[in-house]
T-cell receptor
Framework: EAGVTQSPTHLIKTRGQQVTLRCSPISGHTSVYWYQQALGLGLQFLLWYDEGEERNRGNFPPRFSGRQFPNYSSELNVNALELEDSALYLC??????????????FGPGTRLTVL | QQQVKQSPQSLIVQKGGISIINCAYENTAFDYFPWYQQFPGKGPALLIAIRPDVSEKKEGRFTISFNKSAKQFSLHIMDSQPGDSATYFCAASIRGRGSNYKLTFGKGTLLTVNP
Protein backbone atom coordinates (compact mmCIF):
# COMPACT_ATOMS: atom_id res chain seq x y z
CA GLU A 1 0.00 0.00 0.00
CA ALA A 2 1.43 3.37 -1.00
CA GLY A 3 2.02 5.90 1.74
CA VAL A 4 1.39 9.61 1.75
CA THR A 5 3.08 11.28 -1.19
CA GLN A 6 4.09 14.91 -1.50
CA SER A 7 5.39 17.03 -4.33
CA PRO A 8 7.68 18.65 -5.05
CA THR A 9 10.51 17.36 -2.87
CA HIS A 10 12.34 20.66 -2.80
CA LEU A 11 11.49 24.22 -3.73
CA ILE A 12 13.48 27.42 -3.78
CA LYS A 13 11.56 30.68 -3.95
CA THR A 14 12.27 34.34 -3.31
CA ARG A 15 10.53 36.66 -0.90
CA GLY A 16 7.12 37.81 -2.05
CA GLN A 17 6.52 34.86 -4.37
CA GLN A 18 3.73 32.34 -4.05
CA VAL A 19 4.06 28.57 -3.75
CA THR A 20 1.76 25.55 -4.02
CA LEU A 21 2.56 22.25 -2.36
CA ARG A 22 0.69 19.03 -3.10
CA CYS A 23 -0.23 15.98 -1.07
CA SER A 24 -1.88 12.66 -1.87
CA PRO A 25 -3.18 10.75 1.14
CA ILE A 26 -3.07 7.03 1.72
CA SER A 27 -5.79 5.32 -0.30
CA GLY A 28 -9.00 5.25 1.72
CA HIS A 29 -8.00 8.13 3.99
CA THR A 30 -10.24 11.17 3.88
CA SER A 31 -8.50 13.49 6.35
CA VAL A 32 -5.41 15.50 5.46
CA TYR A 33 -3.33 17.55 7.86
CA TRP A 34 -0.58 20.03 7.08
CA TYR A 35 2.27 20.76 9.49
CA GLN A 36 5.23 23.10 9.32
CA GLN A 37 8.58 21.90 10.66
CA ALA A 38 10.83 24.92 10.94
CA LEU A 39 14.30 24.78 12.44
CA GLY A 40 14.11 25.33 16.17
CA LEU A 41 10.31 25.48 16.22
CA GLY A 42 9.41 21.82 15.96
CA LEU A 43 6.28 20.59 14.21
CA GLN A 44 3.41 23.03 14.20
CA PHE A 45 -0.13 22.33 13.02
CA LEU A 46 -1.20 24.37 9.99
CA LEU A 47 -4.46 23.08 8.54
CA TRP A 48 -6.86 20.15 8.64
CA TYR A 49 -9.12 19.08 5.78
CA ASP A 50 -11.73 16.38 5.93
CA GLU A 51 -14.29 15.45 3.29
CA GLY A 52 -13.32 18.48 1.23
CA GLU A 53 -13.85 21.01 4.01
CA GLU A 54 -11.38 22.99 6.09
CA ARG A 55 -12.05 21.82 9.64
CA ASN A 56 -9.41 23.68 11.61
CA ARG A 57 -6.37 25.87 11.20
CA GLY A 58 -3.41 26.63 13.44
CA ASN A 59 -1.93 29.99 14.42
CA PHE A 60 -0.73 30.96 10.98
CA PRO A 61 -1.58 34.08 8.95
CA PRO A 62 -4.24 33.96 6.20
CA ARG A 63 -1.57 33.86 3.50
CA PHE A 64 -1.35 30.17 4.36
CA SER A 65 -4.34 28.48 2.75
CA GLY A 66 -5.25 25.30 1.02
CA ARG A 67 -7.96 23.04 -0.22
CA GLN A 68 -8.93 19.42 -0.53
CA PHE A 69 -10.12 17.91 -3.77
CA PRO A 70 -12.89 15.33 -4.32
CA ASN A 71 -10.25 12.58 -4.50
CA TYR A 72 -9.05 13.74 -1.03
CA SER A 73 -5.71 15.01 -2.29
CA SER A 74 -4.81 18.42 -0.99
CA GLU A 75 -2.73 21.43 -1.75
CA LEU A 76 -1.21 24.06 0.48
CA ASN A 77 -0.76 27.57 -0.85
CA VAL A 78 1.53 30.14 0.69
CA ASN A 79 1.32 33.70 -0.63
CA ALA A 80 3.75 36.59 -0.16
CA LEU A 81 6.55 34.31 1.00
CA GLU A 82 8.73 35.51 3.85
CA LEU A 83 12.17 34.29 4.87
CA GLU A 84 10.75 32.63 7.97
CA ASP A 85 8.52 30.44 5.82
CA SER A 86 11.60 28.36 5.04
CA ALA A 87 10.77 24.96 6.50
CA LEU A 88 9.85 21.38 5.83
CA TYR A 89 6.13 21.18 5.09
CA LEU A 90 4.64 17.89 6.08
CA CYS A 91 1.35 16.38 5.05
CA UNK A 92 -0.30 13.64 7.07
CA UNK A 93 -3.41 11.61 6.40
CA UNK A 94 -5.76 9.68 8.63
CA UNK A 95 -8.64 7.33 8.02
CA UNK A 96 -11.29 9.97 8.68
CA UNK A 97 -12.20 12.85 10.93
CA UNK A 98 -14.75 11.02 12.99
CA UNK A 99 -12.46 9.43 15.54
CA UNK A 100 -12.38 6.04 13.88
CA UNK A 101 -8.71 5.15 13.66
CA UNK A 102 -7.34 8.61 13.20
CA UNK A 103 -3.67 7.78 13.56
CA UNK A 104 -1.84 10.23 11.37
CA UNK A 105 0.68 9.00 8.82
CA PHE A 106 3.15 11.46 7.40
CA GLY A 107 4.59 11.95 3.96
CA PRO A 108 8.25 12.74 3.29
CA GLY A 109 7.65 16.48 3.20
CA THR A 110 8.47 19.35 0.88
CA ARG A 111 11.56 21.36 1.77
CA LEU A 112 10.85 25.04 1.02
CA THR A 113 13.70 27.53 0.98
CA VAL A 114 12.87 31.22 0.73
CA LEU A 115 15.73 33.49 -0.33
CA GLN B 1 2.24 28.22 25.44
CA GLN B 2 4.05 24.93 24.98
CA GLN B 3 1.48 22.29 25.76
CA VAL B 4 3.81 19.29 25.44
CA LYS B 5 7.27 19.52 26.97
CA GLN B 6 9.85 16.94 25.92
CA SER B 7 13.18 16.09 27.47
CA PRO B 8 16.04 15.63 27.00
CA GLN B 9 16.83 17.59 23.83
CA SER B 10 19.56 15.10 22.98
CA LEU B 11 20.56 11.72 24.28
CA ILE B 12 23.60 9.52 23.70
CA VAL B 13 23.31 5.84 24.55
CA GLN B 14 25.59 2.89 24.05
CA LYS B 15 24.47 -0.02 21.91
CA GLY B 16 22.41 -2.42 24.00
CA GLY B 17 21.47 0.26 26.53
CA ILE B 18 18.05 1.69 27.39
CA SER B 19 16.99 5.02 25.90
CA ILE B 20 14.41 6.97 27.90
CA ILE B 21 12.63 10.06 26.60
CA ASN B 22 10.11 11.92 28.71
CA CYS B 23 7.15 14.14 27.93
CA ALA B 24 4.79 16.17 30.07
CA TYR B 25 1.52 17.71 28.97
CA GLU B 26 -0.73 20.43 30.33
CA ASN B 27 -4.10 19.92 28.67
CA THR B 28 -6.05 17.27 30.57
CA ALA B 29 -8.37 16.87 27.57
CA PHE B 30 -5.60 15.12 25.62
CA ASP B 31 -6.51 11.48 25.21
CA TYR B 32 -4.16 10.14 22.56
CA PHE B 33 -0.39 10.11 22.89
CA PRO B 34 1.69 8.91 19.91
CA TRP B 35 5.44 8.79 19.46
CA TYR B 36 7.05 9.47 16.10
CA GLN B 37 10.51 8.62 14.82
CA GLN B 38 12.11 10.84 12.21
CA PHE B 39 15.27 10.15 10.24
CA PRO B 40 17.09 13.01 8.48
CA GLY B 41 15.36 13.99 5.25
CA LYS B 42 12.29 11.88 6.00
CA GLY B 43 8.86 12.52 7.40
CA PRO B 44 7.97 11.38 10.93
CA ALA B 45 6.93 7.73 11.19
CA LEU B 46 4.37 6.60 13.75
CA LEU B 47 6.15 4.36 16.22
CA ILE B 48 3.73 3.56 19.02
CA ALA B 49 0.75 5.24 20.66
CA ILE B 50 -1.17 5.00 23.91
CA ARG B 51 -4.51 6.10 25.32
CA PRO B 52 -4.85 7.22 28.96
CA ASP B 53 -6.90 4.20 30.00
CA VAL B 54 -3.73 2.06 30.10
CA SER B 55 -0.49 2.71 31.97
CA GLU B 56 1.86 0.89 29.65
CA LYS B 57 2.02 -0.34 26.08
CA LYS B 58 4.80 -2.42 24.61
CA GLU B 59 5.62 -3.13 20.99
CA GLY B 60 8.84 -5.01 20.46
CA ARG B 61 11.69 -3.02 21.97
CA PHE B 62 9.54 0.10 22.36
CA THR B 63 7.45 0.76 25.48
CA ILE B 64 5.30 3.74 26.41
CA SER B 65 4.73 4.35 30.10
CA PHE B 66 1.85 6.65 30.99
CA ASN B 67 1.16 8.43 34.30
CA LYS B 68 -2.20 10.19 34.07
CA SER B 69 -2.07 11.81 37.51
CA ALA B 70 1.34 13.32 36.80
CA LYS B 71 0.39 14.17 33.21
CA GLN B 72 3.55 12.52 31.98
CA PHE B 73 4.44 9.81 29.51
CA SER B 74 7.71 8.35 28.38
CA LEU B 75 9.24 6.22 25.64
CA HIS B 76 11.65 3.46 26.56
CA ILE B 77 13.78 1.85 23.87
CA MET B 78 15.26 -1.38 25.12
CA ASP B 79 18.44 -2.86 23.66
CA SER B 80 19.07 0.35 21.72
CA GLN B 81 20.72 -0.12 18.33
CA PRO B 82 22.68 2.27 16.09
CA GLY B 83 19.77 2.05 13.64
CA ASP B 84 17.57 3.66 16.30
CA SER B 85 19.58 6.87 15.97
CA ALA B 86 16.97 9.43 14.95
CA THR B 87 14.88 12.28 16.30
CA TYR B 88 11.93 11.20 18.42
CA PHE B 89 8.84 13.32 18.92
CA CYS B 90 6.11 12.83 21.44
CA ALA B 91 2.71 14.25 20.63
CA ALA B 92 -0.78 14.56 22.03
CA SER B 93 -4.24 15.11 20.63
CA ILE B 94 -7.91 15.00 21.50
CA ARG B 95 -9.77 12.23 19.71
CA GLY B 96 -13.36 12.73 20.70
CA ARG B 97 -15.99 13.27 18.01
CA GLY B 98 -16.09 16.92 17.05
CA SER B 99 -12.49 17.50 18.05
CA ASN B 100 -9.90 18.68 15.60
CA TYR B 101 -7.49 15.80 16.13
CA LYS B 102 -4.49 18.05 15.53
CA LEU B 103 -1.28 16.74 16.97
CA THR B 104 0.57 18.96 19.43
CA PHE B 105 4.21 17.95 19.33
CA GLY B 106 7.08 18.11 21.76
CA LYS B 107 10.28 19.77 20.52
CA GLY B 108 11.97 16.45 19.79
CA THR B 109 14.88 14.42 21.16
CA LEU B 110 17.91 13.62 19.04
CA LEU B 111 18.96 10.10 19.98
CA THR B 112 22.42 8.84 19.10
CA VAL B 113 23.23 5.20 19.76
CA ASN B 114 26.95 4.53 19.68
CA PRO B 115 28.16 1.14 18.43
Amino acid sequence: EAGVTQSPTHLIKTRGQQVTLRCSPISGHTSVYWYQQALGLGLQFLLWYDEGEERNRGNFPPRFSGRQFPNYSSELNVNALELEDSALYLCASSLDGQGRGNEQFFGPGTRLTVL
Amino acid sequence: QQQVKQSPQSLIVQKGGISIINCAYENTAFDYFPWYQQFPGKGPALLIAIRPDVSEKKEGRFTISFNKSAKQFSLHIMDSQPGDSATYFCAASIRGRGSNYKLTFGKGTLLTVNP
